[in-house]
């Protein structure tokens, strides 16, 4: 069983950092791609970055110049470094891993956490 559990939310001032971390288990890792899906109220949920199982990174033009995607394989975790945080930048933030199974292919979503930035 898949499971992807995200930590590192919470409540930070504009200009301020934090990094989001996204423990994946039940699958092999480092033979997959994953990613950082946000959500803000009213919105729909949007990519913000994305890092290929050989580690190539593509990001959400919002976001490009101040987070950091990146993986460490030896501990089936995907991290976020999110600096310069701007109030936009507020939203529930999902991690994301799309598997292609012998049977087929399906997306796998952690439970989200908070980010909330205050000006």
Do not use: H
């Not at 946000?38 to 033009?61: C, F």
């Amino acid at each position: 069983q898949v499971q992807l559990v995200e930590f590192g939310g919470g409540l930070v001032q504009a200009g301020g950092s934090l990094r989001l971390s996204c423990a994946a288990s039940g699958m092999i890792f480092s033979a997959n791609a994953m990613g950082w899906y946000r959500q803000a109220p009213g919105k729909q949920r949007e990519l913000v970055a994305g890092i290929t199982k050989s580690s190539s990174t593509n990001y959400a033009d919002s976001v490009k110049g101040r987070f950091t995607i990146s993986r460490d394989n030896a501990k089936n975790t995907v991290y976020l470094q999110m600096n310069s945080l701007k109030p936009e930048d507020t939203a529930v933030y999902y991690c994301y891993a799309p598997i292609q199974w012998a049977w087929g292919p399906k997306d796998y979503w952690g439970q989200g956490t908070q980010v909330t930035v205050s000006s």
